[in-house]
């Protein structure tokens, strides 16, 4: 087992990854009063689980999906922590994907300003970003993690066992992730383009997963709330997040299609490096094809480029603001103004279109 640990300027926590890391909770439920969040997916999944280190606490289901990380739901959460009389010495456990992650986190954040909180990812994406490094949100008016707070977990959890139970389109979601990091990160990138099996492979991602945590929590420690290097972990989100909330698609495929766009943008008006570009395309793409493999409509990606207008990365400037890798190992903040940005978007489309 591994274990990583995430220094911020406001807290210390520890992140542990491998088979068995949850047997770190039955420690960690000891000693205090404890809640536990789980959606319905997982609860479902893991009775026994759910017996063994949580028989003694209150455990709120939230129902799956990303359309319940909402204010009520949250509200709901709170009111269940009030009514089991939790107190600040009283801990919380977030067992799920990032949709628990998030609300769950958000919750622990609020209460009584601010409760002890234990991540437990389930999900390949969680495991290799969500989980990590504190972002906690709810969604509000059709716009993303738009209400949030920074608030560090004192434990990550990730043990890929959880893994093994994910659907395909789970296991697509966690990939994109890690697809994410090998725009940034040299050594994952070389990783997944010398991969000459699938890159659905489960154990090869699993084996993967470390080496994404690494460089989260080195980006973390350096920016704990975002005002610079920590932007860089929103590449393809940009383009990803206004492609998922105007079509439902998950949102590893959205951010996917994403990257594909922002990388030829940056190409486009020199910001990337065109043989690296090319490359990371080739690499989105090979995920890309994995089945399921969903195309959006590409004759709505014009409105769907409004929705990128509500981006927490822009400024008061008007222009659209893109996190985007420009050669191996490097990034920058690449922004256009939306008229730019939405016609770029139609003209990449209509190349997509014909091609898919």
Known sequence: M??????????????????????????????????????????????????????????????????????????KILSAMAEAGLHRTSRLFAVGGGVVGDIAGLAAALYMRGISCVQVPTTLLAQVDSGVGGKTAVDLSGVKNVVGAFFQPCEVLVDPSFVKTLPPREIKC??????????????????????????????????????????????VAADEREQGERKSLNVGHTTGHAIELSSGMSHGECVLWGMLFETELAEKYGVCDGAFGERLRRLVRRALEIKPFVLPDFSTIGKAAEKAKADKKNADDGNIRMAVGVRKGEWTLFSLPFEKYRAGLEEIAGKLRARF
């Open 2 to 75: 591994e274990k990583i640990a995430l220094q911020t300027s406001s807290f210390r926590g520890d992140i542990y990854i491998g088979e068995g890391a949850a047997e770190r909770l039955r420690g960690l439920a000891a000693g205090q009063k404890n809640f536990a969040v789980a959606d319905s997916n997982v609860f479902a999944l893991y009775p026994a689980f759910f017996e063994r280190y949580f028989s003694d606490c209150k455990i709120f289901v939230l129902p799956a999906g990303e359309e319940n990380k909402t204010f009520e739901n949250l509200g």
């Open 174 to 219: 966690g990939l994109v992730e890690i697809v994410k990091y090998a725009a940034l990160d040299g050594g994952i990138f070389d990783a997944l383009e010398s991969r000459e099996g699938g890159l659905d492979d489960l154990d090869f991602l699993v084996s993967l997963i470390p080496a994404c945590v690494r460089h989260k929590a080195k980006v």
